[in-house]
């Protein structure tokens, strides 16, 4: 399984980004996918995930602000980031679930929030 990450980049605050993240194979039967992200010298935080149905969950610092979606004709998920603050800055990694741990990661890409 392979999971290749896309969009990230440099905007200043309050601008927006989409990342995408494109998987090897068909992601129609994979329940939960999601994106982590890890700013210097912090953990690797959960950002948002989707499941199969479409039920979606966000962390509290993004709730309102990012949306997370997924196309399973085209095998991709999508994160749009609106009204984006420099604490957003992290490089950000997608992932497939395996149960309730994340089994498969992307590469990861870098945003950085900055004027």
């Known amino acids: 399984v392979q999971l290749q990450a896309s969009g990230g980049g440099l905007v200043q605050p309050g601008g927006s980004l989409r990342l995408s993240c494109a998987a090897s194979i068909n992601i129609f039967s994979i329940n939960r996918m999601g994106w982590y992200r890890q700013a210097p010298g912090k953990q690797r935080e959960l950002v948002a995930d989707?499941?199969?149905?479409?039920?979606?969950n966000y962390a509290d610092p993004v709730k309102g602000r990012f949306t997370i979606s997924r196309d399973n004709v085209k095998n991709t998920m999508y994160l749009q980031m609106n009204s984006l603050k420099p604490e957003d800055t992290a490089v950000y990694y997608c992932?497939?679930?395996?149960?309730?741990?994340?089994?498969?990661w992307g590469q990861g890409t870098q945003v950085t929030v900055s004027s």
């Open positions: 989707v499941t199969s149905s479409g039920s979606t």
């Open positions: 992932t497939l679930f395996r149960g309730s741990v994340p089994g498969y």
